[in-house]
């Protein structure tokens, strides 16, 4: 098992990983410094070194990008998925806008290219499992039936609940005691967005440990000679 790294060391790490995947090449060391404001190359160096140790890279002194990050492969067969926490009020109601960010997918658990991800705001849902901040994953190309949890545009919000018929009636059910059934009148500005058909939940803090990258690091300030990444 790899050594733990620092908060520092996880930051250059996941900068190496963002730059991989970007650029298909590794960062130069003068690169590595620009991003966080490190103007001691030899700071860098020492930073790569340990990560070296630790077992997450392996260097090439010799060259100017000679990092290689142990274990990784190029993503194949992936897919960038939109996720939403809010939608407009009135159609198209996602748009660019309003859209929070990415998250990339494997494509085998993706039913269409249209898929998107709303995040979840309240336990409306928790005993369907289905939790605040819980991404759920949105196909809107596949007709919904009764008993299927949906995404739906209720006024000015989005909301998931189950889908219900009551004769000619609509009705958006909550998977929480503690909360009332909607009904949807004639009136009321409510479309389907899509059937929930998959979720995802981080069971960890990604927030903890410094694990965001933040622009305002600063590690070094005196000017080393140039070495190699």
């Known amino acids: 098992m790899a050594e733990p790294l620092t908060p520092i060391e996880r930051r250059v790490y996941h900068f190496l990983l963002d730059f991989l995947a970007e650029h298909s090449y590794q960062p130069s060391i003068r690169e590595i410094g620009k991003r966080f404001r490190i103007k001691s190359t030899k700071t860098v160096s020492d930073i790569l070194g340990i990560l070296a140790e630790k077992g ?35 159609e198209p109601a996602l748009t660019s806008e309003l859209r929070e960010g990415y998250l990339t997918l494997d494509r085998r658990f993706l039913p269409n290219d249209e898929v998107f991800i709303l995040r979840i705001s309240g336990d409306s849902m928790a005993e369907r499992g289905i939790f605040d901040n819980d991404l759920v994953l949105v196909n809107p190309s596949t007709r919904a039936l009764d008993g299927q949890v949906v995404a739906a ?3 000015p919000h989005a909301t998931v609940k189950t889908l219900t018929h009551r004769g000619a009636t609509i009705v958006l059910e909550p998977a929480n005691s503690a909360e009332r059934e909607t009904v949807v009148g ?44």
């Not at 990092?67 to 009135?90: D, K, N």
């Not at 479309?191 to 929930?196: D, E, M, R, S």
């Open 186 to 229: 004639p009136n009321d500005n409510f479309a389907v967005l899509g059937v929930v058909c998959g979720l995802f939940r981080p069971m960890f803090d990604a927030d903890a440990d410094g694990g965001r990258l933040e622009h305002d690091d600063t590690l070094g300030t005196d000017e080393e000679p140039d070495a190699a990444a």
């Open 56 to 90: 997450y890279i392996e260097r090439d002194p010799s060259r100017s990008r000679g990092v290689r990050i142990l274990g990784y492969v190029a993503p194949v067969r992936t897919q960038p998925v939109p996720i939403y926490r809010e939608i407009a009020p009135s």
């Open 153 to 155: 545009r209720l006024g």
